[in-house]
C-alpha cells in the first residue's frame, strides 16, 4: 500500500496507469462486445494466428511450418452468432493448436487496477485540497509550506503554482 501511494505521488505515473488504464480497459470491452458478431484474425508468417471470436483471444499455431502469407481479415460469424465462451480451452487439429483465452480474464483485472488507482489518486486529491497530508490525512493548516508531515513524516505536496 505505501509503495502504491509513493507511486501515485509521482503524478505523472498515475496519469499514465490511470488513462492507460482506462483505455485498455475500454478496447477490451469493445472486443468483447465485437466478438458477439465479428471475428478478426491475424494470421502470420511461420504459422502464427491471432484471433479475436466468441469472447476469446485465439493464439494457434499450426504443427508445420506454414508458407500462407500475412493475412488480417474480418468475418461475420454467422455460425456461431452470440455464442461467448468464458474458460480457456485448447482446441487441436491434425494442422492447428489453438489455445483459447477469454477476454475477460485479462478485463477484469486491469478494470480493477484501473478502478484502484482512480480511487486512491481521487482520495490524495481530496486531502490535498482541504490542506491534508495526502498520505495520512494529517491537518497541514498550521504547517510551513514546505514543513515535511510530522505524523508520517511524507513531503509536503507541491505548493500550487500562482498564474504568471
Ligand atoms: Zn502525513
Request: proline share 7%; hydrophobic share 45%.
Amino acid at each position: 500500500m505505501l509503495y502504491a501511494y509513493r507511486v501515485l505521488r509521482c503524478a505523472r505515473i498515475s496519469f499514465w496507469i490511470k488513462w492507460c488504464g482506462a483505455l485498455l480497459a475500454i478496447l477490451l470491452i469493445v472486443a468483447w462486445l465485437a466478438t458477439w458478431q465479428w471475428r478478426v484474425w491475424w494470421r502470420f508468417q511461420r504459422g502464427y494466428e491471432l484471433g479475436l471470436c466468441e469472447g476469446l483471444f485465439m493464439v494457434s499455431y499450426a504443427s508445420k511450418p506454414q508458407a500462407s502469407p500475412s493475412l488480417f481479415w474480418i468475418e461475420r460469424n454467422a455460425d456461431s452468432f452470440g455464442t461467448f465462451f468464458w474458460r480457456f480451452s485448447q482446441g487441436k487439429s491434425q494442422d492447428w493448436t489453438s489455445n483459447r483465452i477469454p477476454i475477460w480474464v485479462l478485463l477484469v483485472p486491469t478494470l480493477g487496477m484501473t478502478a484502484c488507482v482512480w480511487r486512491l489518486d481521487a482520495k490524495a486529491r481530496r486531502r490535498e485540497s482541504i490542506g491534508h497530508c495526502p498520505k495520512c490525512n494529517y491537518n497541514r493548516m498550521d504547517l510551513a509550506v514546505d514543513e515535511v508531515c510530522p505524523e508520517c513524516g511524507s513531503q509536503p505536496p507541491p505548493a500550487p503554482t500562482m498564474p504568471a
